[in-house]
């Protein structure tokens, strides 16, 4: 089956950028998603990008598509305390129209 | 407002009890999912429901019994549940199963098996 990979944890400091990366096998992905989740609460979709586009920017967010290397980044400008929780990589597969999540990872913002 | 809504937020329930999940979602819809996620575990799709059909069950135990009595309900019935059934049980919804469609999700049941 496909796999999404996420490293666990990440440590910035407010201010600084954050970079959340995620590598995924489908090679028939048509959207790849990230969503954050807070403390104690559902997942909250934050950005999509098609699988045909290399890069999308939406305010503070930066996501980054390299689709040879099945490698996603999600770039966070100015990190605030608020950004703290985990984001969670997804990928939609084209063949089987399934999404499949990444473990998450844990952002944690030093004040 | 996600437009997904679960009730309750917490449950705590013993092996022997039976009790029920709900979810609710108002974006017009017709595919809804059940997912579970464990502490350091990938989401775990459970059951996906599309036009109040269930389309598919990821060998989920029959411990765990979904219900979908229309496009904007479901439910998640349960019974004699193990202490590793603990967990955030996460519901979403998308406007069709197989299309591409985002998913979005509900704040989750936080479920402790005793």
């Known amino acids: 089956g496909e796999d999404v990979e996420q490293s666990l944890f990440l440590s910035v400091r407010e201010g600084d950028s954050s970079v959340i990366n995620c590598t995924y096998t489908d090679s028939s992905s048509t959207y790849l998603y990230w969503y954050k989740q807070e403390p104690g609460a559902g997942l909250q979709l934050l950005t999509y990008i098609f699988s045909n586009m290399d890069m999308k920017q939406d305010q503070r967010l930066t996501v980054l598509l390299n689709k040879k290397d099945k490698h996603l980044s999600l770039r966070i400008a100015d990190t605030q305390t608020g950004d703290s929780a985990i984001y969670f990589c997804a990928d939609h597969s084209g063949g089987y129209q399934k999404v499949t999540f990444g473990t998450g990872t844990k952002l944690q913002v030093i004040p | 407002e996600t437009g997904v809504t679960q009730t309750p937020r917490h449950l705590v329930m013993g092996m022997t009890n039976k009790k029920s999940l709900k979810c609710e979602q108002h974006?017009?819809?017709?595919?809804m999912y059940w997912y579970k996620q464990s502490a350091k575990k990938p989401l775990e799709l459970m059951f996906v429901y599309n036009f109040k059909e269930q389309t598919e069950n990821n060998s989920v135990p029959s411990r765990f019994s979904p219900e979908c009595p229309n496009s904007s309900h479901l439910f998640l019935h349960l019974h004699t549940l193990q202490p590793e059934d603990s967990a955030l049980y996460l519901c979403?919804?998308?406007?069709?199963?197989?299309?591409?469609?985002?998913?979005?999700f509900g704040p989750g049941t936080r479920l402790t098996v005793l």
């Open positions: 974006l017009g819809h017709n595919a």
């Open positions: 979403a919804s998308s406007p069709e199963r197989g299309r591409g469609d985002t998913q979005y």
